[in-house]
């Protein structure tokens, strides 16, 4: 028995419930690409809507890794630690592309569900990968908790787009 035994179901439950978002946004994005783009949208697209797909993507690839069969946690914490880096890197290009974008003045929960929590979600995976080595047990809720950050974080954050452009874009025209 690894650590990473009864993990099993929680992983498929949030990375089916990741894949289901991925494709629903998917969806919605094709929905809305129908309407006329204005100057600077393409940006704020790459500073707001694209982020969600890559923390969707994240979390369905922590619970397709999380379900193989690993001989030990050992392995698997060498692909959440490269992950979790590479998610600190992306957050922090994602946060440029925020304050170099024209066609939306981000507020307090954006920074919030943008920048903040996905940047704190991607810190607790590398240090969960790097303190397996001591606390496996332990780091795997760590793990779980990023993952369903994320979740969560695409969640509100694909809806806040919804919502901003059934609301707000459909008013101006």
């Known amino acids: 028995m690894t650590a990473l035994s009864g993990w099993e179901n929680f992983y498929v439950i949030v990375g089916s419930s990741a894949g289901a978002l991925i494709g629903l946004q998917f969806v919605v994005i094709t929905l809305i690409a129908s309407r006329r783009v204005g100057a600077g949208q393409a940006e704020a697209g790459s500073a707001f809507a694209t982020p969600s797909v890559v923390h969707f993507g994240t979390v369905l690839l922590l619970s397709a890794a999380l379900c193989a069969p690993w001989h030990g946690v050992g392995e698997a914490a060498v692909l959440l630690g490269a992950v979790g880096i590479a998610g600190i890197v992306y957050v922090i290009i994602v946060i440029r592309r925020q304050r170099r974008q024209t066609a939306y003045m981000p507020e307090l929960e954006d920074w919030m569900f943008h920048a903040i929590l996905p940047f704190a979600a991607y810190v607790v995976l590398a240090a969960s990968a790097y303190a397996t080595r001591s606390h496996a047990y332990e780091a795997l809720f760590g793990v779980a908790g990023a993952a369903l950050l994320l979740l969560f974080i695409g969640i509100h ?17």
């Open 157 to 173: 954050n694909a809806w806040d787009a919804v919502t901003y452009h059934v609301f707000t874009k459909s008013s101006e025209k």
